[in-house]
């Protein structure tokens, strides 16, 4: 197939998966369907882009070559250096879509062990060649692409062949797992033990334990335990400088931690090679329901209350008005509120039901006595979720513009900011396309003091202006954001195309010190140049 990449080097864990779009190739939009849904945003384009096939594509010459002890280890196949030169932005989709891959690695790199990770690092550091890490590819804000411009060559390292449960401590409820686990493989080797993780992000077919740790990914919960960061023990990282691993412990008062350093640092301070993960026993008892709101504001009200209650639902998405219509929830202009708890040990209908009674204190009806939401509803939500990064492919190739940002604000914040994303995001879509935008939000987590709202922007682009037009409107939601005093990602973490808004959220003695970290531990400056701070000179 010429949308499908293969892993040389033994990576037989990895499923083929697209080298232009998101995930399984199969289950990409065909040219009808993609025409399909463009015919419900007005001004789309007619016809949908072709994709290209792998042996129409021209990519840079080969710049460096792998010293003979290190050759087996990495591959210039074109298929191969294709499929890692992009993450999954939409700015990203459509550059492949039309054939630009000039920023494509030069090699790709299959490590083993993480014998092979230090041997890599060391020529690399010696011969000037930029490391950009990389786990299954599903960036979305251009983590594992190579901007900087000035090394020698550069090597993407696909820590794919290192995705094995190596160790289990039963009693302590913890595992010892390499980083180049995919979701599905790491839960795969857990379930015998009667142990899971628990950790789905939308990604989580396509995505590694090493990325999730490396961004800070948010998963399954949407209260408690919300980031992997929450469920690591003790993380074993390979820099230029050495390997740092930290101690398993419970927790920990002595100094700062060292795993907070690595957390979150996208592959520019080291590469994660190992991690203790803290497990759960799997759940025996889970229930759902959905609640239906007139009003939005109410809904917040709701969620707020949930929050605050203390009673921790795994799963408590709000979808305003049109989030609940784009997904098939509910039409008429209701909001729709998606619960779920789950427990190991005990029933839970009772949880449950304390939830649905404070949804209903706040204006809110159940499912069973609101038609429009329908008892599926939760599985209608759970099901266009899944479905909707194909979606997002689909609609660009009919050049039709979708952005995606989430974030986090302070309860007392959200209703202004709600309101802002609307007028100012909305008006540069405007003055970018020139037509009316789909704006629609969603909670993805909910915390005690604060939402973390998902907003999609949808409205049709010019035919070849794609990326400019997603540029600007980008670039609105940042500004947007840190006006309102909120986070620029709440957990699809800074990478390149988050940087203006993180360089101004960030504090400068904090940056000072990231900058210091980062001579000290990469001093040649190869791994991942450009993500979180600019190279060094």
Known sequence: MPDRISLPHGADAVPARSWWGWGDPGQA???????????????????????????????????VSAPRTLAHLVSGAPAVRAGHTYGKAFRDVVRALRGDLAAAPDLVAFPREERDVVDLLDWASGADVAVIPYGAGSSVVGGVEYRAGSHSGVLSMDLSGMGRVLEIDRVSRSARIQAGALGPVLEAQLRPHGLTLRHFPQSFAFSTLGGWLATRAGGHYATLHTHIDDLTAALRVVT?????????????????????????SEGTLGIITEAWMRLQDRPAHKASASVVFDRFPAAVDAVRAIAQSGLHPANCRLLDPGEAALSGVAGGGGSVLVLGVESAHRPVDGRLAE??????????????SAPAAGDSAAETW????????????????????????????TWDRFPEL????????????????????????????????GPAPYFTVIAPGRRGSEVSMWDAVKAAAMRTLGEHRATVTH????????????????????????RAAKQALDPAGILNPGVLFDPAG
């Open 29 to 63: 939009l065909p040219d009808a369907e993609c025409a399909e849904l463009a015919a419900l945003v007005p001004g789309a384009a007619g016809t949908a882009l072709p994709v290209p096939s792998i042996a129409s594509l021209e990519l840079p010459p080969v710049r």
């Open 240 to 264: 230029p400088a050495g390997v740092s691993e930290s101690l398993r412990l419970p927790g920990s008062g002595a100094g700062p931690s060292p795993d907070r350093l690595f957390l979150g």
């Open 355 to 368: 939830l649905v009674a404070l949804a209903r204190d706040h204006g809110g009806s159940p499912a069973e």
């Open 382 to 409: 759970r099901s266009a979720f899944l479905r909707m990064p194909y979606v997002r492919d689909g609609l660009a190739r009919m050049s039709v513009i979708s952005e995606t940002f989430e974030t986090a604000c």
């Open 418 to 449: 709600y309101e802002a994303v609307h007028r100012d995001v909305g008006a540069a879509v405007r003055a970018a396309t020139g037509a009316e935008p789909i704006i629609n939000c969603r909670f993805t987590h909910v915390y005690p003091d």
């Open 491 to 514: 957990h699809h973490a800074v990478g390149r195309d988050h940087r203006p808004g993180y360089d101004r959220q960030r504090p400068e003695p904090f940056a000072l010190a990231l």
